[in-house]
């Protein structure tokens, strides 16, 4: 589908493939698991953002031509869910549920707190020293045990605000 | 078949049929706006739900199949209301204030159409939650603008690009609340392979994907409701699709295709060019008066020569095309498009560039004055018959054009042939398929292809395409390649490029150039050794083939893989596929045949088919793919050297009678010798002293031009009938202004013989007259009665001297036209030939054993590169067209040569730097650029570029059968040329 992609590749810009050496052998094992390339897409690109935090429009491409998809397609599929970042992100990046039951007890409250502590000011921006990305998600499935927050790829339940600095001097 | 009512009226129904289908089939509208025909069905937009009998909810017609007994009414009070709340919920979000006026505006669009009907009111924006939609826009696009304001996400637009073109340019982003249409990853189509065909822009139903160019030059009114709509056919390639002109002030405004489910050869669809490559008409350069040299006056009722003698007499103020090829000239600018504005070069600059570089230098009319058309035609005239008294007919030549009609191209040879005497008639099919032509009428007496190109969608299973760009040279062709490829269809490419159909392949054979003959007699001798030929179709319909056994037998796949490069199992596993089909399409184009021992090449491709048995049956076709718009109707007419119309030669003195009495002349008056053909007329050998040339620019496309553009400087008498004064009108004594395609009306055959007829949509300009009226008149003045006012008149003749057109009339073309065969009127036209026999004698096929050579030129040390010539996507042929065409040439304004990205490094030069290509002809800059669609080794140099012209370059040896010249390799050098520090 994208044949027609590298028609008039520039020989000027330079891009760094990420889908060289060990990447490119993590992804070839993964499609021996699908029936087709199209299917390992959203291991492809968690591949990306595993190897450079985020996921640029030259990386959706690259994944694009490499699966024989169209790079729109994949545009689409990455802007389609929030867990794949299109704007690089700090070191540490937190998810905060804000959704009506957490938002009840307090989760907003704690959303600040990280904001605070963490130095990254705004929802969605990233700390000055590029530690911290804080942001808010819709229900993560806990309500029962509000407020719940992902750091990284680590689930944490019942935090409230003052449990704040020590979750993020932990992390650092 | 399921029967059922809708809104009250029976009907019976497909079994797969859905209720709209139904309902359209008997007429009866349903309103839709995701739905389109032919793309697949999304039934998102809801807009076409209906009441059915029996179920509790609304159901969509567009995705419901019918049953038996159904009762269905569209316009029920509950659909009503839906389709009422529907378009208030996309009203949300579109600016729809113009439409709040007491219901007086007017709709713009589709959409508005469906809004005003259902009398809904939109809301004020100010009365809005949700703001406007947003989108990739294409911003300081020169043919294509989005504004996605208007976007009503039905997605017609994501199905067009990835279904009907197969490219996927499109697609839906941040699905929610923020859904939009996202272009390629980054904004920019040009990355994401957009070829800017605008079917996006045809399908959109409420304008959010537009088209520029009218807009800029027509006002909204004048776009909506032109003056008139007239079908035409494209100018350019051989598919021949059909377009609608619209017309404002006596100008083309705008180019549409036809209904996409209309039986049209492109099925509804154009390409770039077709769509936005109308207005060179229009240019500041086009001609609107005959010019005659300055140096030509009237003497005592007679015209004669005062002006200067020997090599100034043809001399003007401009640079030769050598010349021309040796300056450093500016490099491409950077390309137009991209996702924000401020990301965009400055425009006016651009802009600037393209309008100097492209235009005629005012300089080039300087030897030029402004005439009469009496005194024009009275000066060809004279001249013309002053020749052929003192040095006789054959010192006379004319080079017909595959750019005009049948009508036209007729009358130029019976012109030639019937007052001049002369059988030297011949057009640019030369310099494109004539080995093609040469090798079938070798092996089954015919010169055309024997199927259509829809059967490749309908029936085909394994495509061979062998030297064909198709999605770039033929595009409306290779998208329909790509949907059979899609829909499963086995596809083969056998190229030494890279092209986009052989990066899509199940196998591309990417052999050295010139190595054809090497690959399919290796192709055949694996298929001799595992016994895949077809024995019955050898045996009951062809002869001679144990002498191509015995060819082929030196050609195993590991002897061949050295010669060809290719490996010996790819070679394998294409022959294999190739003869088990079951129905195998054989396709080939410039690649095979522009080669000194093109017909060569192509008689191994047809040994190969005969062989499988790939021919005759809907689905196993034999596809020349033809490149001008009337190439093979200036043949079909008798536009070429050796035949009148339908073949029949010119040797042979029963035709010869048939033809002078057609004519009023005397049969002794006719020629019964070949003429010369387009590549022995511009040899110093050939003896011709006067020619007439009607919208060709040989100096531009004749190989190693420096010597061409040295040989038309002797001619006694040079007349040239064009639009523009070409890099070869400059040097005529006489030049002819004649009009553009939207200016006369004329028939065409496309490239599976389909006879098309193109209706005057505009006047000329100034005095231009038509091409046929020029004929007519000149036709008359030399001493033939040519006794014709209109292209009806004429074609009235051509059927009575060409049995296979006896069927054809203008009238009967109206629509889709007609295939020839047609000899009778109430014939239905051929979609497919030979499923019984061959026209040859005994009706059979015959093999001609061929061998593999070498390619004249090999690279060697001095000149390392194997250049290979060709077109690219946006630009046709010496660019004349073209590069007055504002869109196109904004996509491709400069000359460049395609370089492997590891020859580039080797080389030290980067995208847009200068190289010098040196042949052992000649040399010439250009621009490099970097791309990975040429092989190590080899580079690729598009001919339409005068200031960079590859022909300066390529070796004029000739085919010994068809005089093709070897235009597709020859060996250059490349040297980075130093850059003066500013441009
Ligand atoms: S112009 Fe053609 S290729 Fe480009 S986006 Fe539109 S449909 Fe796709
Ligand atoms: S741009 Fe036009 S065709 Fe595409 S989704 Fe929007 S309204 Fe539909
Ligand atoms: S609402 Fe917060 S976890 Fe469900
Ligand atoms: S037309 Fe049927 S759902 Fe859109």
Redesign the interface.
Known sequence: ????????????EEYQAVFTGATLERLQEILTRYPNRQAALLPALWLVQEARGWIS??N??EV?ELLG????????VV??YTMYHQHPVGKNFVQVCTTSPCNICGAEDVAMAFLEHTGAKELGATSPDGNWTVIEVECLGACGFATPVMINDDFIESVTPDKVPELVRKYR | MPSLTIDGRALTAGTDQTILEAARAAGLGIPTLCWYPKLPIVGNCRICLVSVAGEPKLLPACATKVTDGMQVTTESHAAVQNRRGVLSLLLERYPADHLRNGGRAEPRNEFERYVMQYGVVPTPTWGRDLPLRTGDERPGDPMIRHDMTTCILCTRCVRACEDIQVVGVLDVGFRGEHAEIVVGADGDPEKAGCTWCGECVRVCPTGAIFEVMPKERFSPQQIRHPERVVRSVCPYCGVGCQVDLHVANNTVARVTSPDIEADTPNQGSTCVKGRFGYDFPQHRDRLTTPLIRRGWEKEGGCWAWKGRRGAERRGGPWKSIEGEGQQTKPGTPPRVTGKKVRQLPLLERIDMDIRDRVATPSSWYEPFREATWDEALELVAQELLRIKQQRGGDALACFSSAKCSNEENYLMMRMFRGALGTNNVDHCTRLCHSTSVAAMQRAINTAAASGSMREIEEACDVIFIAGANTTESHPVFGALIKRAHEKGATLIVADPRRTELAGRADIHLQMQPGTDVALYSAMLHHILTQGLENKEFITTRTHGFEGVREAVRAYDPDRAAKITGVPADTIRRAAELYATGPNTSTLWAMGLTQHAMGTDIVTSLLNLMFACGMIGRWGAAMLPIRGQNNVQGASDVGAIPFVYTDYQPVTDPEVRERFAKTWGVSPESLSLNKGLMVTEVVKPESGIRGMYIMGENPIISDPDIAHAEHWFLQLEFLAVQDLFLTETARYADVVLPGASFAEKTGTFVNTERRIQLAKKAVDSPGQVRGDLEILIDLSNRLGLNAPFKTADDVMREIVRVTPSWAGVTHARLEGAGLQYPVPTPDHPGTRFLFADAFPTADGKATFVPVQYTDPVELPDDAYPFVMNTGRQLYHWHTGTMTRRATGLDAREPTPIVEIHPADAARLGVAEGDLVRLTSRRNSMVTAVRVSDRVARGQVFVPFHFREAAANLLTNPILDPYAKMAELKICAVRIEPVRMPAAV
């Open positions: 589908m994208s044949a027609g992609m590298s028609m008039h590749a520039s020989g000027t429009d030259r959706m491409a694009a998809l169209t790079p729109a397609y994949v545009k689409g802007t389609f």
